[in-house]
């Protein structure tokens, strides 16, 4: 579908989440793996089930629009995942490591928080107001997921990345 009109753009953008959806599965194991935090890898194992269920609710858009949801790459998530990907070779301590993760993360759950806002937009300026609802569902999960990883950091993780070696 060309981006000629809003409906256009609105299943490209789709798309595209679809695709960051999709890397963010193939990181949150690692990740998880890499946490030294039990609050932070539970966190991290919790919202990769929770984005299973985000790309479900995409797939369930994707059949009501009759389109597939493949053909576009988020090169904005390839460079987030990359970015991160990098901080987990940089040797640092293991506290350090979970700062530096739960920064990555969030920035995952922004440049998300942001995408499915203007979906869920579109999709209310469509007139397609169960797609909105379902969107937004995933959006507040992404704004909780946000809060949560802060509130780590905040209360745990931050405080023992100072007094690392």
Known sequence: MALESLKGLYVDQLRDLYNAENQILDALPK????????ELKNAFQQHEAQTRTHVERL?????????????????????????????LKAGADAD???AALIAAAQRVEHY???????????ANELGFGDQADLLQRTLNEEGN?????????????????MTAA
Request: with cysteine; net charge negative; hydrophobic share 30%.
């Open 59 to 87: 797939d369930k858009i994707f059949k009501q629009l009759g389109v597939k949801p493949q053909g576009e790459t988020c090169e904005g998530m390839q460079g987030i995942i990359k970015e991160g990907e990098k901080m």
């Open 145 to 161: 997921t946000d809060h949560r990883l802060s509130h780590i950091a905040e209360n745990v993780v931050n405080a023992d990345a």
């Open 96 to 98: 350090t490591l979970d």
């Open 112 to 122: 998300e928080i942001a995408g499915y806002g203007t979906v869920r937009t579109f």
């Open 31 to 38: 990740m998880a793996q890499k946490s030294s935090h039990p």
